[in-house]
């Protein structure tokens, strides 16, 4: 649920996989999206072997930098993209049914056939596919958020994210890793590590995890896209908009400050997905979210978030372009007279390190590369095509 799902009720498509809609779309959903697509963009591909600035570069371990914000803000605009999209033309949840439910797997499923594809381009040997990625794991939260939103109330779903959250913290808090012990949560002695070793080892070392741990983060990555579905909630609520505004920047204050306080005994940590950390970030996009808002709605300041805009109503595309042309530059191989050299290697050694070096020559390449993915976005968004799952 990347594109066309932050589409309000009673949009009308052209296809399946294309809308033309534009004014039914919702502005503030697409300008948060498109932030968070950028800094993907910017944190996930920078040229190699070169050192960044500090900020988009994740946390070692513990703690949290610029990085750590992006995926986390990501999900939550999947969950309330869920809220906004399965409603009636008066904005009343739907229940589940037959036709709802096919619609979700089939995206489920597109999602992870998509995932597929690009993490092992151009390989595609069956006893070396990998499973795993950003796309597969968008591909989960969105499934288990859209049935969560489907068959509990609203209640029932603030009682699963804690419970969640909870078995989580008990897990990485009590569970015995032998040879470390319980409560140890360094990067090999930590109890997510431990599960995903008992429960994926026919998988084999082959499919290592872009994130290396996968099963226990689960439960805090679907609860942050829970929590999108409950902000989502909210923003269709009955109260005057300004209120809902109101309510939803204090929301994101309280949870910033039991994410802090959180931290003293579970460290916010992006590769466990802790909750510490899902409360943290969860926080953090209300108030990012309430502020666009507040700009775009309120007071009518739309002209500096049209870029974004451009990128967040077509994120799946502009994800896409970026993956699909990284992988290009790394198994891209050119001959020179020094020998073979990978594609990506030879761009950033002849255009850019003559010129700018290190952090400043990173980020001119990686703002690049993120330009010429947003050209073809923005020619999109001209001819009003919105590419959607």
């Given amino acids: 649920m990347m594109d066309g799902d932050s589409v309000l009720p009673g949009a009308r498509f052209v296809s399946r996989f294309v809308s033309r809609d534009l004014a039914r779309r919702d502005f503030s959903l697409d300008v948060f999206r498109g932030l968070m697509i950028v800094g993907m963009i910017f944190v996930n591909h920078p040229p190699p072997d070169v050192p960044t600035y500090a900020p ?31 409603a009636d033309d008066r904005g009343r949840p739907l229940g589940p049914s037959a036709s709802l439910l096919r619609r979700l797997l089939a995206r489920f499923g597109l999602l992870m056939l998509l995932n597929l594809l690009l993490v092992n381009f151009p390989y595609y040997w069956w006893g070396k596919l990998h499973f795993t990625g950003t796309l597969a794991l968008i591909a989960w939260c969105y499934l288990f958020a859209a049935l969560i939103y489907l068959y509990a109330g609203w209640r029932a779903q603030w009682v699963l994210i804690v419970a969640a959250l909870g078995l989580q913290w ?54 942050t896209t829970v929590i999108g579905v409950l902000a989502g909630h909210w923003l269709r609520g009955e109260r005057e908009r300004n209120a809902r505004l109101a309510g939803l920047f204090t929301a994101g204050m309280l949870l910033l400050m039991l994410g802090s306080a959180w931290e003293v005994v579970l460290p916010i940590n992006k590769q466990l997905w802790s909750g510490s950390y899902v409360v943290f970030m969860a926080g953090l996009s209300m108030q990012l979210l309430a502020g666009i808002k507040w700009l775009a709605e309120h007071c009518r300041y739309q002209g500096w978030a049209i870029p974004l805009r451009v990128a967040g109503a077509n994120a799946l595309a502009l994800y896409l372009l970026a993956q699909s042309l990284q992988r290009v530059l790394v198994y891209g191989r050119v001959t020179t007279e020094e020998g073979t050299i990978r594609l990506r290697h030879l761009v950033y050694q002849r255009f850019f390190e003559p ?28 001819r009003r095509i919105f590419l959607k799952l």
């Fill in 56 to 86: 988009f570069a994740h946390a070692a371990w513990h703690g949290w930098t610029l990085a750590d914000t992006i995926f986390p803000g990501f999900l939550f605009t999947v969950g309330v993209s869920i809220r906004l999209a399965m």
């Fill in 170 to 223: 008990a897990v990485l808090a009590l569970l015995p890793v032998p040879g470390y012990g319980a409560g140890v949560l360094s990067p090999d002695g930590n109890a997510a590590s431990y599960v995903d070793r008992l429960a994926l080892s026919w998988l084999g070392p082959r499919d290592a995890p872009d994130v290396n741990i996968v099963i226990v983060p689960m439960a805090g990555a679907v609860s």
């Fill in 355 to 382: 010129f700018v070096a290190r952090e400043l020559g990173a980020l001119v390449y990686t703002l690049v590369f993120m330009l010429l993915c947003y050209s073809v976005v923005f020619v999109l968004y001209r």
